[in-house]
């Protein structure tokens, strides 16, 4: 059905999310709900005072780290009032209870992130980044496959019953059961998001910036571009209109393959839906959701829509970059009340919502315009094209006088007197203008801090120029980026004791068991204590770990107390285990207690991770099983059980003791190069994934924030899942370590920045 198009118009704005507001799940005539990366799923009912606002009317809580894609379950015996599913960056699915605001079942299986979710019939159907679709039944798993061979990143179920995905490896598939029966190949990069369009077919997402709309028999019926970043969903109504939700901070509406609305946002869209009404719901980073209508008798009242239109504003503003500098913090018209200090010297000042380039003539004692910078570079702009050939940047200049706007391309690999000479000669503009643009090209690139070449002699005069602080290089080579903290090479370890303070513990606790008439059996023997003075003096005597050795009775004898001691005094006993590991004949004789049915190490994970764990055992076994990376007979052990590791130790993550998420980050960021090294895609992805949590953590301290971090860019930097961590949407992860005031975060996060913009 045709409809004339109106514009939509603000109606209400959903506040409570305290981070990013991530998915939106349109729960019949009951509600919404929405997905945060503040961990929380909220429910929105109608306001019955005021109809065209909505309420929240429930915050549910158990997700440990970010929340994704819901689903909703309309009402029935089990859920009077309906369910909600949601899936999370902890790998978990969590159906709720809308009634009670309770988890009632909580879906373990996948190895990564959930990414999608749908309903079929009364089984739950998920996608992951693990690259598996799964079926849940009755709260168990009764099927899962290998769906892609990159991350899948959507579902959708069709009515006739199908499935349909979208993956990283930038297709689609059409699923019958476990059989694929169509592959949609065409979009130019990763596929995020994928929907229904009643009557005609398949909408697609994607990465590469267009919204598709595909026949069930693989044909592109329509393609939709003007984005100009990441495509993040897209949805339909029975009206055929089209909403997309974008990077570009905006919501577009598309009628007939065309652009007829967009919706700009004060941040990243991330998820747009339809009401059955047809108003739009969207989903910002700045953690409100919005609901926009046509229905003039719904629209906000003009003081919600001015302060809408002002916060806008204000982040236009705030994102806007000239010269390399935000636009509000560039000094007013004011500033050229002050004179030049030299001929020729470049300013760059605010006038309204541009900057403007002035260059100081000393002659006439005046700041001459040089031009108005139209569309300076901005953080998130990658390149830029001008006749068909791409640069770093592309000015667009006005020098007045009626003339027209010039194009100013420009790459930071070229000499600036160079690109000066050539653009002049080109815009038959007088050469004296020559160091006026030089200065104009460094100050909108960026580069204000800049020396003198040596190498470099100016053909007009022969003389030494400026040109920006980098060596010189041959046109067109471009210099090779350096990290600050990545990556990573080698493994790090916790190599020192405090042996009499363990000895001490373990004392007092054997005269514990001693007291105690049931547990007496397990205490030590005179002789047991002088074997244990014995291991600590071969620990002590570090400048002979060449030559010493243990005898077989004392390596048993630490796997008996192992075994055998309760859980509430093992800590002391882990804490030798941690050190003898780093001991070459204490490391060689226990490795062959973890390749036979007896795993000691998998057993003691097992016992310190159960529920409830205390913190001590937590953090003497994650720093003993972080040590054996030490050693070179434990690494085909630790590959093989890098899961079971990770996840037991998952919880870690959200320790509220600071050694413990420490011990955490540094087992993560050991993994991290080990499986860079050996080239294992699957367990980089998993130990990615693991370090994102950590990055994003916000109880997390600084040290075992930069562990992970150092991890995600060692990952993305060497290993096989930068595109992963693109996905993750890690620019905002690096962004915000960049914004940090402890300077190794900063650094860091700048390090993963320029990762992930490398082409």
Not at 153 to 172: F, N, R, W
Not at 393 to 417: A, M, Q, T
Not at 466 to 482: E, H, I, L
Request: charged letters at 25%.
């Amino acid at each position: 059905m045709d409809i004339d198009f109106k514009e939509y118009q603000l109606r209400c704005q959903l506040r409570g999310h305290e981070d990013d507001a991530r998915g939106i799940c349109i729960c019949g005539n009951a509600g919404i709900a929405t997905s945060s990366r503040d961990r929380t799923v909220r429910f929105w009912t109608v306001d019955e005072s005021q109809k065209r606002e909505y309420m929240m009317s429930k915050i549910l809580l158990g997700h440990t780290s970010f929340v994704g894609p819901l689903a909703w379950i309309s009402p029935n015996d089990e859920f009077p009032e309906g369910g909600i599913i949601s899936g999370g960056m902890d790998t978990l699915l969590r159906v709720w209870n809308v009634a009670t605001g309770e988890t009632v079942q909580m879906l373990k299986g996948h190895k990564l992130q959930v990414t999608g979710i749908a309903l079929d019939g009364s089984d739950i159907v998920s996608v992951s980044v693990d690259c598996t679709l799964r079926r849940w039944r009755g709260g168990q798993q009764v099927e899962a496959w290998e769906a892609h061979k990159s991350a899948i990143q959507a579902v959708v179920k069709l009515p006739s019953g199908e499935l349909v995905t979208g993956s990283s490896d930038m297709a689609l598939k059409l699923w019958k059961g476990t059989t694929c029966i169509q592959t949609f190949l065409g979009h130019s990069d990763t596929v995020r998001g994928v929907a229904f369009m009643p009557e005609l077919g398949i909408l697609s997402a994607s990465h590469d910036g267009s919204i598709r709309l595909w026949a069930l028999s693989g044909e592109v019926l329509m393609e939709m571009v003007g984005h100009t970043s990441i495509v993040y969903s897209v949805d339909a109504h029975v009206s055929g209109l089209i909403v997309s939700a974008s990077e570009d901070c905006s919501a577009k509406i598309w009628k007939d393959g065309v652009c007829v609305q967009s919706i700009e946002h004060p941040g990243c869209v991330w998820d747009a839906k339809f009401l059955e009404n047809g108003d739009v719901v969207t989903a910002c980073s700045d953690g409100v959701v919005r609901i926009w209508t046509v229905d003039l008798n719904k629209i906000a009242d003009s003081v919600e829509l001015d302060s809408f239109a002002t916060q806008l504003s204000q982040y236009k503003i705030s994102r806007k970059r000239v010269g390399g500098l935000k636009l509000e913090d560039l000094p007013g018209l004011e500033a050229l009340r002050t004179p030049g200090t030299s001929d020729g010297q470049t300013k760059i000042v605010r006038e309204g919502d541009n900057g403007v380039a002035y260059s100081w003539n000393m002659r006439e004692q005046n700041w001459d315009k040089i031009g108005e910078v139209v569309d300076g570079p901005d953080d998130n702009m990658k390149t830029s094209v001008l006749d068909g050939v791409q640069y770093d940047h592309v000015f667009d200049v006005d020098i007045g006088d009626g003339e027209p706007i010039r194009k100013l391309p420009y790459n930071r690999s070229e000499n600036p007197y160079d690109v000066a000479d050539k653009w002049l000669l080109k815009e038959n503009l007088p050469l004296s203008y020559r160091q006026q643009i030089v200065e104009f090209i460094l100050q909108n690139s960026g580069q204000k801090d800049f020396t003198s070449d040596p190498l470099f002699r100016d053909p007009y005069t022969g003389s030494s120029a400026y040109v920006p602080g980098a060596p010189s290089r041959s046109p067109g080579v471009s210099p090779k980026p350096s990290y600050k903290h990545i990556p990573k090479k080698g493994m790090l370890a916790f190599d020192t004791a405090q042996f009499d303070g363990i000895l001490k513990k373990m004392s007092d606790f054997n005269n514990t068991l001693l007291s105690d008439p049931d547990k007496k059996h397990l205490s030590l023997s005179e002789g047991d204590i002088v074997r244990l003075n014995n291991i600590v003096k071969i620990l002590k005597d570090t400048s002979h770990y060449h030559s010493s050795r243990f005898s077989d009775v004392d390596v048993a004898l630490l796997l008996k107390l192992l075994k055998t001691w309760p859980v509430d005094v093992l800590f002391p006993v882990i804490d030798v285990l941690r050190m003898i590991v780093l001991h070459p004949d204490g490391a060689d004789m226990l490795v062959q207690h973890v390749k036979d049915e007896n795993d000691i190490v998998i057993e003691l994970i097992k016992k310190v991770t159960a529920s409830p764990p205390l913190p001590a055992n937590l953090l003497t076994s994650l720093r003993a099983v972080t040590n054996l990376f030490k050693n070179a007979s434990f690494i085909e052990w630790l590959i093989i059980h890098r899961g079971e590791i990770l996840d037991a130790f998952s919880s870690c993550c959200s320790s509220s003791n600071k050694n413990v998420q420490i011990s955490y980050a540094t087992l993560i960021l050991n993994y991290a190069v080990l499986l860079i090294e050996k080239k294992n895609e699957e367990g980089q992805s998993q130990v990615l994934s693991a370090a994102l949590e950590m990055a994003e953590e916000e109880s997390v301290d600084s040290d075992s924030r930069f562990r992970a971090l150092v991890a995600i860019g060692s990952l993305m930097l060497e290993g096989l899942v930068r595109k992963v961590a693109l996905d993750f949407d890690v620019l905002s992860i690096a962004k915000c370590a960049k914004a940090s005031k402890e300077a190794k975060i900063a650094e860091v996060g700048a390090d993963i920045e320029l990762v992930a913009k490398q082409s």
